[in-house]
């Protein structure tokens, strides 16, 4: 198939769920109480966006988001380098972290809570221990998919450390890099997105947790929503830089 016939496909199957969203609960197939329609959640969205406390707990939440991804990102990438560098630390360190990676994360939150306390410490904190393996792991697994004989060739022809680093690993990586990058934010959203509902004063994720406690449905699946839109933005912005950076795979 080509592109463009992937894409209609994609399309024709958002419109088949979207308009099954609509329909079912308006003739009552599906409980209009548990899965309101999706002309009602769009309308309630709308309202929402327009509140300054929604306003207030999304820009709460980017902060905690932004600030979790600046720490883990580089503490990671340079973690996962000495580890692809050094076989020593590879041997020593790579089972551990597939052991920890494989640990769902929702179960240490608690001691985030009573080592930080309710707070932006805690849900940054949390969003850093979500995010920092995958970024280890993803940067052990770019710096291991560099070349031997590229590096040969750099070296033989008397390339510097820095030469090497911006010439060679960085093309060589670049690709894995921005993949990584898309997935941990995800990672990071999703953690600090929880640290949020299981205990905060603020954040879209309170608000999220405290809408579904008062089964408002309506402003639930309107903040899932948001949260999907945001999250798919982000996601496709870096996917296309990804595909303007896919001929260094080669």
Same mark, same amino acid.
């Given at each position: 198939?080509? !592109? =463009? +016939?992937?894409?209609?496909?994609?399309? =024709?199957?958002?419109?088949?769920?979207? #308009?099954?969203?609509?329909?079912? &609960? !308006?003739?009552?197939?599906?409980? &209009?109480?548990?899965?309101?329609?999706?002309?009602?959640?769009? %309308?309630?969205?709308?309202?929402?966006? #327009?509140? *300054? *406390?929604? +306003?207030? %707990?999304?820009?709460?939440?980017?902060?905690?988001?932004?600030?979790?991804?600046?720490?883990?990102?580089?503490?990671?990438? %340079?973690?996962?380098?000495?580890?692809?560098?050094?076989?020593?630390?590879?041997?020593?360190? @790579?089972?551990?972290?597939?052991?920890?990676?494989?640990? &769902?994360?929702?179960?240490?939150?608690?001691?985030?809570?009573?080592?930080?306390?309710?707070?932006?410490? $805690?849900?940054?904190? /949390?969003?850093?221990?979500?995010?920092?393996?995958?970024?280890?792991?993803?940067?052990?697994?770019?710096?291991?998919?560099? @070349?031997?004989?590229?590096?040969?060739?750099? !070296? *033989?022809?008397?390339?510097?450390?820095? $030469?090497?680093?911006?010439?060679?690993?960085? &093309?060589?990586?670049?690709?894995?890099?921005?993949? =990584?990058? !898309?997935?941990?934010?995800?990672?990071?959203?999703?953690?600090?997105?929880?640290?949020?509902?299981?205990? *905060?004063?603020? #954040?879209?994720?309170? +608000?999220?947790?405290?809408?579904?406690?008062? /089964? $408002?449905?309506? $402003?639930?699946? %309107? #903040?899932?929503?948001?949260?999907?839109?945001?999250?798919?933005?982000?996601?496709?912005?870096?996917?296309?830089?990804?595909?303007?950076?896919?001929?260094?795979?080669?």
């Amino acid at each position: 198939m080509t !592109r =463009a +016939q992937i894409i209609l496909v994609r399309l =024709a199957l958002l419109a088949l769920v979207l #308009g099954a969203w609509e329909v079912l &609960p !308006r003739t009552g197939t599906i409980n &209009p109480l548990l899965l309101p329609p999706l002309s009602d959640v769009l %309308a309630t969205l709308a309202n929402l966006i #327009g509140r *300054s *406390s929604v +306003q207030e %707990a999304v820009a709460v939440t980017a902060m905690e988001v932004v600030v979790a991804f600046i720490i883990a990102v580089p503490l990671g990438a %340079a973690a996962g380098i000495l580890i692809a560098e050094s076989e020593y630390l590879g041997q020593v360190f @790579k089972p551990m972290l597939f052991y920890v990676f494989s640990i &769902p994360k929702s179960i240490f939150l608690p001691m985030f809570i009573l080592v930080f306390g309710v707070g932006f410490s $805690q849900k940054v904190g /949390f969003g850093f221990f979500s995010t920092i393996f995958i970024v280890i792991m993803s940067t052990t697994t770019a710096v291991e998919s560099v @070349k031997v004989e590229h590096l040969t060739v750099a !070296r *033989s022809y008397g390339a510097t450390p820095v $030469q090497t680093a911006f010439r060679v690993y960085l &093309p060589s990586m670049l690709p894995v890099l921005l993949e =990584a990058l !898309r997935i941990s934010m995800i990672f990071n959203l999703t953690g600090v997105i929880l640290a949020e509902m299981y205990a *905060s004063r603020d #954040g879209i994720g309170h +608000q999220i947790a405290t809408w579904g406690e008062n /089964f $408002q449905m309506k $402003q639930l699946l %309107a #903040g899932v929503v948001m949260i999907a839109v945001i999250a798919i933005t982000f996601n496709e912005l870096v996917r296309w830089v990804e595909t303007r950076c896919s001929h260094w795979r080669t």
